[in-house]
């Protein structure tokens, strides 16, 4: 009867991997014997924080199970994971056990020919039956060496505390008022603080508390309305036990306390848990972000990245590259640009970094921010890097930013931001949009670690473009404009939900400076996708929400594409004095405003605060395109009057966005040709002719000039000829 009901669990999906921790049978004579044989020969392995203990004996005079011995033997030693080989008649069995996930057992039988699941499995290791006593002996602690060795590979540590929390919390003390604490999640947006007295937690005050006192018009301090208590987790905490103190204690921001001197390093909130689930299991691995890097930087750079992680590993302060080098390392479209985060002082790194390696530093410390100059000591320092082949000084770059990690929060809409020093959980949350917000570690052990705080990996892979938080655009509205230059570059979607947040905030564009406007849109006109981001500036109405009066046609649509692939490459050089544009820029706000009547264009060139020398080169390329269906009918003397007081850099934007060949040619013979034809008579060989100095002078050498141009003279000899008739009709009035 026992055995037909047991049939019946087993059919109805018994599990007897759940009943076999509660059984407890009697070891056998036979077992005995064995189980003082392994706890003769244990030997522990200690691997990411986990003991593994290792047992061998020897039973070939034996015939009894050994499972049950293991189960023993783990009861006994309570190790995190047991592993039993016993050579016997039939070979080498090996048994193993685990308590936590973490070890996988099934992996490690499976590398011998067994089976099984993480935490119970076993193989059977054959010997050959002919083997000599001495062979036998040999294979044995080859196998044994081979197990010790595979040992790291079936480690897999859970993520701890320390790994996803945030460190310098802000904390409160019991006596704060409760508008302090109002003024600082409004500033922070932190949903709850930890209150400490005497440097121990005593409890936690939520925003929902903050809230409800502040509805009610209370004077209250932090003692009144915080949720009392001493709920804290220690660093090495696994996340299952965090999750357990969450649930039982209700708090959703716990503090983090160092064991030994109990003091709060950090706090890690239900979002961190939440994210860490949801995600960071499908981040790529170190080695594939060496491996990455390795492919996307030159040598000498990665060198650098590796002496700046050990100099953040020595001075205990955590580094980072951020931003966009990492986003960019993770599209296969790497650049070389390096934002650089220090956990700490980065005044104090960089001065560390000059002690050792050279160059000077420049710091900015009410930014907390310092450059490290490396040009001028390139050579000394490719010298003490130590790489481990040859290093071109000349591939390092001629200097490096750094910058502490730090917050910031806005007085009001659209106002620069008030920063000060955090860390890099909250450095990140300061950024425009999460594909910006992951964070790349370089200091030892953790070189290579990737960290995503706020979902920007997922978003990367799926190509969206998300902000971090509701008022994201209100409190920088330019990051309206970013989020279309970056959706046209990635060729990504922007969020609903960050779209409708935009176009909720497109009047926060009027609180922006014109130069903060201006520089987006020189940025804009740099993107190979600039039409692409124009479009979608009309589409969304931001074009309008800058100023109502920037134009848009299919005419300016047209023009804007000769940017990426002009109606005909210029022959000829052309060069610009303006120092806050370049000549691709320059052609941009010409291809984009020069239709605009005077009026408008002043007062659109107002609001972005356009150069001077633009302004004057937007209103020449309009008058210049209006005479060209005449110019192309005129004498070479008529197309260089013309054209002569234009500016060249003028000219070469018009004839880079002309299709027609006919209407291009005058500019083009103008720039190759025409400006080079001068007369070789200058005013030095009038005066030897004996013509007092007048203003005739002028009007002779640009009429011999106008011969030169119109095929009237060819020759020095056609030249003097011409010359001496204007000459000889002079005097002839005159006489």
């Given at each position: 009867?026992d055995?037909?009901a047991?049939v019946?669990?087993?059919e109805?999906g018994?599990d007897l991997?759940?009943?076999?921790?509660?059984?407890?049978?009697?070891?056998s004579?036979?077992?005995m014997?064995?189980f003082?044989?392994l706890?003769?020969?244990?030997?522990?392995?200690?691997?990411?924080?986990?003991?593994i203990l290792?047992a061998?004996?020897?039973?070939l005079d034996?015939?009894?199970?050994?499972?049950?011995?293991?189960?023993?033997?783990?009861?006994?030693l309570?190790?995190?994971?047991?592993i039993?080989l016993?050579?016997?008649?039939?070979?080498?069995?090996?048994v193993?056990r685990?308590?936590?996930?973490?070890?996988?057992?099934?992996?490690l039988?499976?590398?011998?020919?067994?089976?099984?699941?993480r935490?119970?499995a076993?193989?059977?290791?054959?010997?050959?039956g002919n083997?000599?006593a001495?062979?036998?002996?040999?294979?044995?602690?080859?196998?044994?060496?081979?197990?010790?060795?595979y040992?790291?590979?079936?480690?897999?540590?859970?993520?701890?505390?320390?790994?996803?929390?945030?460190k310098?919390?802000?904390?409160?003390t019991p006596?704060?008022?409760?508008?302090?604490?109002a003024?600082?999640?409004?500033?922070?947006?932190?949903e709850?603080?930890?209150?400490?007295?005497?440097?121990?937690?005593?409890?936690?005050?939520?925003?929902?508390?903050?809230?409800?006192a502040?509805s009610?018009?209370l004077?209250?301090?932090?003692?009144?309305?915080?949720?009392?208590?001493?709920?804290?987790?220690?660093p090495?905490?696994t996340?299952?036990?965090?999750?357990?103190?969450?649930?039982?204690?209700?708090?959703?921001?716990?503090p983090?306390?160092?064991?030994?001197?109990?003091?709060?390093?950090?706090?890690?909130?239900?979002?961190?848990?939440?994210?860490?689930?949801?995600?960071?299991?499908?981040?790529p691995?170190?080695?594939e972000?060496?491996?990455?890097?390795?492919?996307?930087?030159?040598?000498?750079?990665?060198?650098?990245?590796?002496?700046?992680?050990k100099?953040?590993t020595?001075l205990?302060m955590?580094?980072?590259?951020?931003?966009?080098f990492?986003?960019?390392?993770?599209?296969?479209?790497?650049?070389?640009?390096?934002?650089?985060?220090?956990e700490?002082?980065?005044i104090a790194?960089?001065?560390?970094l000059?002690?050792l390696?050279?160059?000077?530093?420049?710091?900015?410390r009410r930014?907390?921010?310092?450059?490290?100059?490396?040009?001028?000591?390139?050579?000394?320092?490719?010298?003490?890097?130590?790489?481990?082949?040859?290093?071109?000084?000349?591939?390092?770059?001629?200097?490096l930013?750094?910058?502490?990690?730090?917050?910031?929060?806005y007085?009001?809409?659209?106002?620069l931001?008030?920063?000060?020093?955090?860390?890099?959980?909250?450095?990140?949350?300061r950024?425009?949009?999460s594909?910006?917000t992951?964070?790349?570690?370089l200091?030892?052990?953790?070189?290579g670690?990737l960290?995503?705080?706020?979902?920007?990996?997922h978003?990367?892979?799926?190509?969206?473009?998300?902000?971090?938080?509701?008022?994201s655009?209100?409190?920088?509205?330019?990051?309206?404009?970013?989020?279309?230059?970056?959706?046209?570059?990635?060729e990504?979607?922007?969020?609903?939900?960050?779209?409708?947040?935009?176009?909720?905030?497109?009047?926060m564009l009027?609180e922006?400076?014109?130069?903060?406007?201006?520089?987006?849109?020189?940025?804009i006109?740099?993107?190979?996708?600039?039409?692409?981001?124009?479009?979608?500036?009309?589409?969304?109405?931001v074009?309008?929400?800058?100023?109502?009066?920037?134009?848009?046609?299919?005419?300016?649509?047209?023009?804007?594409?000769y940017?990426n692939?002009?109606?005909a490459?210029?022959?000829?050089?052309?060069?610009s004095?303006?120092?806050?544009?370049?000549?691709?820029?320059?052609?941009?706000y010409?291809?984009?405003?020069e239709?605009?009547?005077?009026?408008?264009?002043?007062?659109?060139?107002?609001?972005l605060?356009?150069?001077?020398?633009?302004?004057?080169?937007?209103?020449?390329?309009?008058?210049?395109?209006?005479?060209?269906?005449?110019l192309s009918?005129?004498?070479?003397?008529a197309?260089?009057?013309?054209?002569?007081?234009?500016?060249?850099l003028v000219?070469?934007?018009?004839?880079q966005?002309?299709?027609e060949?006919?209407?291009?040619?005058?500019?083009?013979a103008?720039?190759?040709?025409y400006?080079?034809i001068k007369?070789?008579?200058?005013?030095?060989?009038?005066?030897?002719?004996?013509?007092?100095?007048?203003?005739?002078?002028r009007?002779?050498l640009?009429?011999l000039?106008?011969?030169?141009?119109?095929?009237?003279v060819?020759?020095?000899?056609?030249?003097?000829?011409f010359l001496?008739?204007?000459?000889?009709n002079?005097?002839?009035?005159?006489g």
């Amino acid at each position: 009867r026992d055995l037909l009901a047991a049939v019946y669990l087993l059919e109805h999906g018994a599990d007897l991997n759940i009943i076999s921790p509660y059984l407890n049978p009697p070891l056998s004579n036979s077992q005995m014997t064995l189980f003082d044989r392994l706890m003769r020969d244990i030997t522990a392995h200690k691997i990411d924080g986990l003991t593994i203990l290792l047992a061998k004996a020897d039973a070939l005079d034996l015939h009894d199970e050994i499972s049950t011995v293991a189960h023993k033997l783990r009861d006994f030693l309570n190790p995190d994971g047991l592993i039993i080989l016993v050579r016997t008649r039939q070979g080498i069995r090996m048994v193993a056990r685990s308590t936590t996930d973490e070890i996988d057992m099934a992996q490690l039988a499976r590398y011998f020919g067994g089976g099984g699941h993480r935490r119970a499995a076993s193989a059977l290791i054959h010997l050959d039956g002919n083997t000599k006593a001495t062979d036998a002996d040999f294979k044995w602690n080859h196998i044994i060496q081979q197990v010790v060795d595979y040992l790291p590979e079936i480690v897999h540590p859970s993520v701890r505390v320390h790994q996803i929390m945030s460190k310098k919390p802000m904390t409160l003390t019991p006596d704060t008022p409760v508008e302090t604490v109002a003024d600082l999640m409004r500033r922070y947006g932190f949903e709850g603080y930890p209150v400490i007295e005497n440097g121990r937690v005593v409890g936690l005050l939520t925003r929902r508390n903050v809230d409800r006192a502040l509805s009610h018009k209370l004077k209250a301090t932090a003692g009144m309305l915080m949720e009392t208590g001493s709920v804290s987790v220690t660093p090495q905490d696994t996340l299952e036990h965090l999750q357990e103190v969450m649930a039982s204690s209700g708090w959703g921001q716990v503090p983090v306390i160092d064991p030994e001197s109990h003091e709060i390093i950090g706090i890690v909130t239900r979002t961190d848990l939440i994210s860490t689930h949801s995600g960071q299991n499908n981040l790529p691995s170190p080695e594939e972000i060496i491996q990455l890097l390795q492919n996307a930087i030159p040598y000498p750079r990665q060198v650098l990245l590796r002496v700046i992680g050990k100099e953040g590993t020595r001075l205990n302060m955590p580094v980072y590259i951020v931003g966009g080098f990492v986003r960019d390392l993770l599209l296969r479209q790497p650049s070389q640009d390096l934002d650089i985060v220090v956990e700490g002082d980065a005044i104090a790194f960089v001065n560390a970094l000059v002690q050792l390696y050279g160059g000077r530093a420049v710091v900015h410390r009410r930014f907390g921010t310092a450059k490290w100059i490396i040009a001028e000591a390139r050579e000394a320092l490719a010298q003490s890097l130590k790489p481990d082949q040859p290093l071109d000084p000349h591939a390092l770059p001629e200097s490096l930013d750094l910058i502490t990690a730090r917050t910031e929060f806005y007085e009001k809409p659209a106002a620069l931001p008030t920063v000060e020093s955090s860390n890099i959980k909250m450095d990140l949350h300061r950024r425009d949009f999460s594909i910006n917000t992951l964070a790349l570690r370089l200091d030892e052990p953790f070189f290579g670690k990737l960290y995503d705080f706020w979902g920007g990996y997922h978003d990367l892979q799926n190509g969206i473009i998300r902000v971090l938080h509701a008022l994201s655009f209100v409190d920088d509205a330019t990051r309206i404009l970013r989020a279309l230059r970056f959706a046209a570059r990635f060729e990504f979607r922007i969020e609903p939900r960050t779209l409708s947040l935009m176009q909720a905030s497109l009047s926060m564009l009027n609180e922006i400076s014109g130069s903060r406007l201006r520089h987006e849109i020189d940025l804009i006109l740099l993107e190979p996708k600039v039409v692409d981001i124009f479009v979608a500036m009309v589409r969304t109405n931001v074009m309008q929400a800058i100023h109502p009066k920037l134009p848009w046609s299919l005419e300016i649509k047209e023009r804007l594409g000769y940017l990426n692939a002009p109606a005909a490459q210029a022959e000829w050089e052309t060069t610009s004095s303006e120092k806050q544009l370049n000549i691709r820029q320059i052609f941009g706000y010409i291809y984009w405003l020069e239709d605009l009547p005077k009026q408008d264009l002043e007062r659109v060139a107002a609001r972005l605060r356009l150069p001077a020398k633009v302004i004057q080169n937007i209103r020449q390329a309009a008058e210049l395109r209006t005479q060209l269906p005449e110019l192309s009918k005129e004498k070479p003397s008529a197309i260089t009057a013309a054209l002569e007081a234009i500016d060249p850099l003028v000219i070469t934007a018009v004839y880079q966005s002309t299709p027609e060949a006919t209407l291009r040619e005058p500019l083009r013979a103008m720039m190759l040709h025409y400006r080079q034809i001068k007369p070789t008579v200058n005013g030095d060989d009038l005066r030897a002719m004996g013509l007092p100095p007048s203003a005739r002078y002028r009007e002779i050498l640009d009429a011999l000039r106008k011969a030169w141009l119109d095929g009237e003279v060819r020759t020095s000899e056609e030249e003097q000829a011409f010359l001496q008739r204007l000459i000889e009709n002079d005097n002839g009035r005159n006489g």
